[in-house]
Antibody, heavy 125, light 108 residues
Framework: EVQLVQSGAEVKKPGESLKISCKGS????????IGWVRQMPGKGLEWMGI????????RYSPSFQGQVTMSVDKSINTAYLQWSSLKASDSAMYYC??????????????????WGQGTLVTVSS | SYELTQPPSVSVSPGQTARITCSGD??????AFWYQQKSGQAPVLVIS???KRPSGIPERFSGSSSGTMATLTISGAQVEDEADYYC???????????FGGGTKLTVL
């Protein structure tokens, strides 16, 4: 069974750093991109970016470029999302998900499946 | 930036057919995917590549796409289908991947 298991909820103060994790199992971790999705309280899903565990190639949404850093440790099948200086507006649920890529003629289609259970990040003074 | 537009809410009685739409300029060329998110849970893929139903998803869930609109149909909606539903796709270049704003389905 393909599974992504995320680290537990975090409560931090503004200005603090944070690194949350997402451990994959049940598939070849290094051959599928891993994506991150933000969901602010009561709001919709936002695509943050994806990272390829094979070579750590990372692509960020313009909205999140420079705000977060994605990384991986392929030796332990784990992807990470980190902040160097948290803000109150970073308070949200963060999901990781396996990215499926499939050729459709000359183009490539991408989607997420399955998803991790989510990590709730609360930033408050 | 690319956008996918969904109605904020849809309401049906149990046993009725619920239809949730998603409009986007690139949908004639790009697939739509649909996710179900029940309260307090992670999203689950219910329709892939416009109309494919993943293993384990009930047959009452179906998808279609025509022109710039994709549609998720739940035939004979059940109370347990109450959830937020999100469409997902990319712009024509494939560079910008977005979720629709989500549709809250009420079944009562």
């Amino acid at each position: 069974e393909v599974q992504l298991v995320q680290s537990g909820a975090e409560v931090k103060k503004p200005g603090e750093s944070l690194k949350i994790s997402c451990k994959g199992s049940g598939y070849s971790f290094t051959t599928y991109w891993i994506g991150w999705v933000r969901q602010m309280p009561g709001k919709g899903l936002e695509w943050m970016g994806i990272i390829y565990p094979g070579d750590s190639d990372a692509r960020y949404s313009p909205s999140f470029q420079g705000q977060v850093t994605m990384s991986v440790d392929k030796s332990i099948n784990t992807a990470y999302l980190q902040w160097s200086s948290l803000k109150a507006s970073d308070s949200a649920m963060y999901y990781c998900a396996r990215n499926i890529r499939q050729f459709r003629g000359p183009t490539i289609e991408n989607w997420f499946d399955p998803w991790g259970q989510g990590t709730l990040v609360t930033v408050s003074s | 930036s690319y956008e996918l537009t969904q109605p904020p809410s849809v309401s049906v009685s149990p046993g009725q057919t619920a239809r949730i739409t998603c409009s986007g300029d690139a949908l004639p060329k790009k697939y739509a995917f649909w996710y179900q998110q029940k309260s307090g849970q992670a999203p689950v893929l219910v329709i892939s590549e416009d109309s494919k139903r993943p293993s384990g998803i009930p047959e009452r869930f179906s998808g279609s796409s025509s022109g710039t609109m994709a549609t998720l149909t739940i035939s004979g909606a059940q109370v347990e289908d109450e959830a937020d539903y999100y469409c997902y796709s990319t712009d024509s270049s494939g560079d910008h991947r977005v979720f629709g704003g989500g549709t809250k389905l009420t079944v009562l």
